[in-house]
């Protein structure tokens, strides 16, 4: 059982940065994938990054390509998301999941993954 744990929400200005990280809580003999998903009032839920549990294959949403960046941080066991240049479009609460979604374009399925964290909420306002 795996417990994704998320920190680093807050408020923000439009063109500012945050950080976001993912703790992995539990056993990980099976873990693949650890990806970011977003949810905005009145949305689907939608991927934003992922990458693989041993650093390997990133994917990123479209819209936050050149902005965002997935990536391990081996000195505190998480995996951060780099959020630059926020828009007013990026505010909504991020997920953190974990599991095996398979291969490719398969990362952006929320429905593939096992474990989800409780959720940060991010809002770039002035």
């Known amino acids: 059982q795996l417990q994704p744990v998320e920190s680093g929400g807050g408020l923000v200005e439009p063109g500012g940065s945050l950080r976001l990280s993912c703790a992995v809580r539990g056993f990980a003999h099976d873990l693949y994938v650890v990806a970011w998903f977003r949810q905005a009032p009145g949305k689907e839920r939608e991927g934003v990054a992922s990458?693989?549990?041993?650093?390997?294959?990133?994917y990123y949403a479209d819209s936050v390509k050149g902005r965002f960046s997935i990536f391990r941080n081996f000195a505190k066991n998480t995996w951060d998301l780099q959020m630059n240049r926020l828009m007013p479009e990026d505010a909504a609460i991020y997920y953190c999941?974990?599991?095996?979604?398979?291969?490719?374009?398969?990362?952006?399925?929320?429905?593939?993954?096992?474990?989800w964290g409780q959720g940060t909420q991010v809002t770039v306002s002035e």
């Open positions: 990458m693989s549990s041993g650093g390997g294959s990133t």
């Open positions: 999941a974990a599991g095996d979604p398979g291969y490719g374009e398969r990362w952006r399925r929320a429905d593939l993954y096992d474990y």
